[in-house]
């Protein structure tokens, strides 16, 4: 039988299992993952039991969780039991250029596990479960209690960063920049490539103490960009280090009255000058609608936080007396937007 002759209630009602079933995908991605099978896995097809014999394993089980994931496009088996790279499987390698290992982990962090089944409780609220459930904040967290879904997160951060750096750092104008400061920066992915970018310039990478302690070695002391890098540690929250141009890169990700919080220290910061841009992808025009939504979901849960639309992006600026006066596709989903201390209505108090 071929697709075409499957019966058509059937095929839906495949469909709707098959969403259903994301969970189990994600528990096959995050083992196949965790073992390290796509490392394992070169450009010729492997028997399932020598991938178990190298990585101490049960040999048809391991062949049960590769043919599994084979259903889904990740891994080909060419002939029974042995096993192939595909295009999805092949990224799932550390060391492929467009490796998206520590995503896929983070994706599915051990505290994910425990936070999703409370999605009914954050629908119902409208507020995050991520405090009652840990007895703090997220980011508390992740730098006092999880060590290891720390590291993940900052590693998924700049490999995310690694495939959009160089068209954000194209798609910024420095036109008067001296000194870009990078709020909530990481580790300093987009710093370093803007620096290098643009020679010119000073750059200031901000962020909390626990990340930018692992902050990239050029911007350090010593560092091939030290000379023009300053790594600082403190909280937008509090205020922001002076600059000419100041980057909010997949920041605005929190609760209304942090992001309005933070946008106003940075209207505060433009006082004396200087522009902000705004480096996120908009739920209203993401290329990547699945991935935007349900990350809107995750920060709900985690943070109480949300992917923004653009009036709701325009809304919180304007209460921090900010408004946008440029929007920018990059060549990837984010957009960079330019933003500005709010002109004064002509004839107000
Ligand atoms: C989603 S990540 C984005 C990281 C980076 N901008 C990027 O695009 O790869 C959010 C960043 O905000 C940082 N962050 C969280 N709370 C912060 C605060 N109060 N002040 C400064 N940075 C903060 C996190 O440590 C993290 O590096």
Redo the contacts with the bound molecule.
Sequence with gaps: MTDTDYPPELATAARVKELAMGLWVSAMMMTAVQLRLPDEIDDKPVEAAELAARLDLHPEAVARLLRALAAHGVFAEPAEDRFAHTELSRVLREDHPHSVRYQVLWTVAPWTWRAWPHLEEAVRTGERVFPRLYGKEF?AY??EDAPRSAEV??RA??Q??TF?SAMVAEALDMTGVRVVV??????G??LRTVLERYPWLSGVL???A??VASADPALRPGGELADRARVVA?????GVPPGDLY?????L??DDE?TVT?LRNVAAALRSGGRAVL??NLVDDSPEPKVTTGMDLLLLLNVGGRKHTRRQLTRLLSEAGLEITDIRPTASSLFVIEVARRAPVAGGA
């Excluded at 403190?234 to 509090?238: I, M, Q, R, V, Y």
Aim: hydrophobic fraction near 40%; aromatic fraction near 10%.
């Design positions: 980011f992740l730098a997160f900052n951060m700049t995310s960063s959009t990078d709020i909530g920066g990481g580790r992915h987009l901000y962020d909390l626990s990340v403190g909280s937008c929250l509090d980057i909010l890169k997949n920041l990700e929190w942090r933070t480096v996120q």
